[in-house]
């Protein structure tokens, strides 16, 4: 009650301090109003980061050996053939995958007499010849070599084991149709039956 006493009391010259202690609290509301986010947000714990949300990428999944996804396309294919039943395949390769690159020759030759002191003659032969990689600039801005083309590894053999593999008609259907997708010779291909797991 004193507080508020004083608040309104008149002064000694007869003026009231109403209108100064109003333009105070006004004061101190526009200070509030200024700065008042951002502490009642530190004091609630609820400060938004001003860093922007950077959504996480996956890394992507290593690319499948060239045998697994030659077995899988086969069993997906030999599995539609009927009387086949469930299917296991196997690939062998002898080698991995080739890729030909472009490469810049030069070469300079350089041919010189010379006469010694004696009157004869000799010829110097020079040959040099460098090699270069042909290297072009990618739309992301990274140098990478000109391929010329890729060879795909030859197969060596397929093992292909099938429930309908004792039926000698499967068994023809299996290794023709291997041999078809793949250009290779019957000897490459091996049909058996599946074991019946009990």
């Not at 105070?24 to 922007?52: C, D, H, Q, R, Y």
């Not at 290593?62 to 030999?78: A, H, T």
């Not at 062998?92 to 890729?99: F, P």
């Amino acid at each position: 009650m004193d507080f508020f006493n004083q608040f309104f009391k008149k002064s000694e010259k007869g003026g009231s301090t109403l209108f100064s202690n109003l333009l105070f609290i006004l004061g101190i509301g526009v200070i509030l109003l200024i700065f008042g986010n951002s502490l009642f947000e530190n004091f609630a714990g609820t400060k938004k980061s001003p860093m922007t949300h950077i959504p996480s990428v996956e890394s992507p999944k290593p690319m499948e050996s060239y045998e697994s996804l030659m077995e899988k396309r086969l069993e997906e294919i030999l599995s539609r053939i009927e009387g086949v039943g469930k299917i296991n395949v196997m690939v062998t390769l002898s080698y991995g995958k080739e890729i030909v690159i472009a490469e810049d020759l030069s070469s300079t030759q350089s041919l010189t007499k010379e006469n010694d002191a004696q009157g004869g003659t000799r010829e110097i032969d020079n040959k040099n010849s460098e090699e270069k990689t042909v290297m072009y600039t990618t739309q992301q801005g990274t140098t990478e070599p000109v391929i010329l083309k890729e060879k795909q590894p030859i197969i060596e053999g397929i093992i292909i084991i099938a429930e309908g593999g004792n039926q000698p008609i499967i068994q023809n259907h299996l290794s023709r149709a291997a041999q078809t997708l793949l250009s290779i010779p019957a000897h490459k291909v091996q049909v058996f039956q599946m074991q019946n797991k009990k």
